[in-house]
């Protein structure tokens, strides 16, 4: 999922969320949820996150070992 996708989702699941809170409070069942399901979208774009940073990381260090035994 790309990560301009997945901040549209994160950011209109929390105004979803907050939405619920003001109306309905807090412990209500319904704010919960959404709370949940924006738990588990801030997870996804989290591992995405770690996933480029680990490929990057890996891209460069190959750049780097290649550069090195020339």
Known sequence: MSFSL???LIEK???EMVASALKYG???KKTLHLS???DRLLNV???ERIMNEKR???HVNA???S???R
């Open 63 to 65: 750049f780097y070992s």
């Open 45 to 47: 774009h989290d591992s």
């Open 26 to 28: 807090l412990n209500a």
């Open 56 to 58: 990057h990381l890996n």
């Open 36 to 38: 949940q399901q924006l």
């Open 6 to 8: 997945l901040g549209t």
């Open 13 to 15: 699941k929390r105004n």
């Open 67 to 69: 550069s090195i035994l």
